[in-house]
């Protein structure tokens, strides 16, 4: 499985990102050393959307708070980036991909990224790390 990471990025072209405490959602909790994964400055920080692609090098889960019923997992991630973006792909681009059933790969990343704009990490299908894979 892959993943992609929605988040704040101070330096788009840096050679490591360092994510801390990041939120999980769709399988993003199962992330883990080794694992690919694809970086999106997030817009609502002042990113562009995809940036790059990279190789998971420490994935470590946050604890939960106790006394906290419900509470949404975090995990905290550095990433090796194996490639920069050679074509753009964001929140713009994506938009007009809102059949959630219609089972194309930028309707998932619609659906899992900007259906609810918060950062996160999430797990991504076959399908959709493939589509990624044409933008490097």
């Known amino acids: 499985m892959a993943f992609a990471i929605k988040a704040e990025v101070v330096d788009p072209r840096a050679g490591t990102f360092v994510f801390v405490a990041q939120k999980t959602m769709y399988g993003g909790k199962l992330i883990a050393e080794g694992d690919v994964i694809f970086v999106f400055a997030s817009e609502n920080e002042g990113g562009q959307g995809l940036i790059a692609r990279g190789v998971v090098t420490s994935a470590e889960a946050t604890p939960r708070k106790p006394g906290v019923e419900r509470q949404t997992p975090r ?3 550095t990433i090796r980036r194996t490639a920069l973006a050679k ?25 899992k990224f900007y259906r ?9 299908s076959d399908e959709a790390a493939m589509f990624l894979g044409r933008f490097f």
């Open 75 to 77: 995990v905290s991630v």
């Open 87 to 111: 074509q753009p792909l964001g929140r713009a681009k994506l938009k007009a991909f809102s059949d959630w059933n219609d089972g194309r790969p930028e309707t998932e990343l619609n659906f």
């Open 116 to 124: 609810q704009a918060t950062n996160k990490i999430v797990g991504i």
